[in-house]
């Protein structure tokens, strides 16, 4: 059996932007009602800013900021997020530039439950490996099997890697302390590696997946290790 500290799944977080204080603080007690953690922001510039020290996982944005569009935060942002936009204008052309951003195009005023739907359907397929560093230092890449290994005796498989970190799956949920650190060992690469949890979530009633990075001195082992048993 793993050993590992038990932990909740970390909460999803979401960037609220919107500059209507009214509207921005209804949409926070909305989202933290349902167990969110919300960074909330008031113009382009600050969500910015967020997007990269906040790294959420799902970005809501009203459409008119000011004299931005908030449909900028999409086009510009180096690593893609799932987005919902929100405007109190119908208009057919910027919803069909949202949609080829890939959000969702919501018209103000809207039911609570039609937003809350919406943003599970935003998050269901999200990828927080992507989260182990804002620039996307590290592409992640593919294996062509999943890579059997052990954490404190018991089985897991890494699924994918970057040359900073790895998922890992494991049938019987290890639930790892976020932020702790333990090891990992690889039989097949004759490595064992010190991990730091980033985050984790169940896949089903059978089986979690969690984030991991790798410790700084063991950066030259795992290079060595997604060289040899990554995709090109």
């Known amino acids: 059996m793993l050993r590992l500290q038990m932990n909740a799944p970390i909460a999803r977080k979401i960037l609220v932007v919107e500059d209507d204080s009214a509207t921005r603080r209804g949409l926070v007690a909305l989202l933290r009602n349902a167990g969110y953690d919300v960074v909330a922001v008031d113009s382009i510039p600050a969500a910015k800013k967020a997007l990269v020290a906040e790294r959420p996982h799902l970005l809501i944005t009203d459409v008119r900021l000011g004299a931005f569009n908030g449909l900028q935060l999409l086009a510009t942002n180096p690593n893609p997020i799932p987005a919902i936009v929100m405007t109190g204008f119908p208009d057919r052309v910027l919803e069909a530039e949202a949609q080829q951003l890939g959000a969702e195009f919501v018209l103000k005023p809207f039911a609570p439950s039609d937003l809350m739907a919406m943003v599970e359907r935003k998050l269901a397929d999200t990828a927080p490996f992507e989260a182990f560093h804002p620039a996307r230092r590290w592409q992640r890449k593919r294996l062509a099997s999943e890579l059997p290994a052990q954490v404190d005796h018991a089985a897991v498989r890494i699924v994918d890697v970057s040359y900073g970190g790895m998922r890992f799956a494991a ?40 984030g991991a990075m790798i410790t700084d001195e063991g950066m030259a082992a795992w290079r060595e290790v997604v060289d040899r048993t990554a995709e090109a």
Not at 185 to 205: E, M, T, Y
């Open 171 to 210: 049938d019987h949920p290890p639930r790892v302390a976020p932020e702790s650190t333990f090891q990992i060992s690889i039989p097949s690469a004759a490595v064992s590696l010190n991990v730091r949890v980033i985050w984790q979530q169940a896949k089903d009633d059978a089986s979690w997946i969690c």
